[in-house]
């Protein structure tokens, strides 16, 4: 199984970046898809970005293309969630999660989810 454990959430104003981590350990393969979800109150698990754990692909989520990057750090095991722009409707809960293969935007297509970081974004 894999273990995921998120990092870097906060409070930031409109327009301001953050950075989220997720610290990736357990048995890993590099055709396994790392993906970044988040969840409003009262809304869905929403896709924002994935990255295949051997590299070379990504793909976002349009409300967030341009402004975030996904990226992946094997030999530190971890993937970060570079956020830029930032506008109030970002506010949620983003969750780190890994599927079996790369590309998966749906949530149900995850097996292992992190526990969650609260973004909150001011106006």
């Known amino acids: 199984q894999v273990q995921l454990v998120e990092s870097g959430g906060g409070l930031v104003q409109a327009g301001g970046s953050l950075r989220l981590s997720c610290a990736v350990s357990?048995?890993?393969?590099?055709?396994?898809?790392m993906g970044w979800f988040r969840q409003a109150p009262g809304k869905q698990r929403d896709f924002v970005a994935a990255?295949?754990?051997?590299?070379?692909?990504?793909a976002y989520a349009n409300s967030v293309k341009g402004r975030f990057t996904i990226s992946s750090d094997n030999a530190k095991n971890m993937i970060h969630l570079q956020m830029n722009s930032l506008k109030p409707e970002d506010t949620a809960v983003y969750y780190c999660?890994?599927?079996?293969?790369?590309?998966?935007?749906?949530?149900?297509?995850?097996?292992?989810w992190g526990q969650g970081t609260q973004v909150t974004v001011s106006s």
């Open positions: 999660a890994s599927s079996a293969t790369y590309p998966k935007v749906g949530a149900a297509q995850y097996d292992y």
């Open positions: 357990g048995r890993t393969f590099s055709s396994n898809g």
């Open positions: 990255i295949r754990w051997g590299g070379g692909n990504t």
